[in-house]
């Protein structure tokens, strides 16, 4: 590809971005500047008044295809400079913040409450959602496939190995691996 074919291909694709952040402000998500949103992201506060969400993008926030937020009547918010990864969900029924300069990578899943185990007898399906707010600081990564349950919260600087699964808080600037999470060391 010629370097004016990707000039063009680049900048064409960052004014797409642009103009799908101000089609979803209008929907009513508070959308900071220059943010940037990929072909078919799901950028949705609800289907009715008493089930809407609120969803809070951060200047320069950059979401890749395929992302879901989704608040189901709780909060999503990012800081600045943030970047989600294609095909990531985030669920924020119980309250999803984000810290700034944070990089999620592909195919993460957020979530921010859970079911309660019920005695037998009574269905699962029939409780309601326990809300478990989710924390993830600031300069904070999630390598690709990473999956936090709610009510977790990860520190400032902490880079969390793909595949993980967090469900339990990680201490700031720690790098941490697998399933169940087990910190490896702490960055210097």
């Known amino acids: 590809m010629t370097r004016f074919w ?18 979803v402000s209008l929907t009513g998500v508070q959308v900071g500047s220059k943010v940037r949103l990929g072909a078919g992201c799901e ?8 089930r809407r969400g609120t969803i809070v993008l951060g200047a ?24 989600i990864g294609p095909f990531t969900t985030i669920y924020g029924q119980g309250g999803v913040q984000i810290g700034t300069d944070t990089l999620i990578s592909m195919h993460c899943r957020i979530l921010s ?18 809300l478990r707010p989710t924390a993830i600081g600031r300069d904070v990564w999630l390598g690709a ?14 880079v969390i190995g793909a595949g993980a699964v967090v469900t339990r808080d990680v201490p ?6 697998g399933t169940p999470l087990r910190i490896l060391r702490r960055r210097n």
Do not use: K, M, W
């Open 172 to 177: 700031p600037y720690s790098i941490a691996v």
């Open 60 to 83: 320069r926030t950059r979401l890749e295809c395929g992302v879901l937020l989704h608040p189901f009547g709780g909060r999503i918010e990012t800081g600045i400079n943030v970047y």
């Open 6 to 23: 990707r000039f063009i291909f680049h900048h064409g694709d960052a004014r797409l971005g642009n103009l799908r952040a101000t089609l």
């Open 113 to 130: 409450s859970n079911h309660s185990v019920p005695h037998p007898g009574t269905l699962i399906c029939s409780q309601p959602d326990i």
């Open 145 to 158: 496939g990473v999956t936090v349950l709610g009510g977790v919260t990860i520190g400032d600087g902490c």
């Open 43 to 50: 950028v949705a506060l609800g289907p009715a008044p008493g």
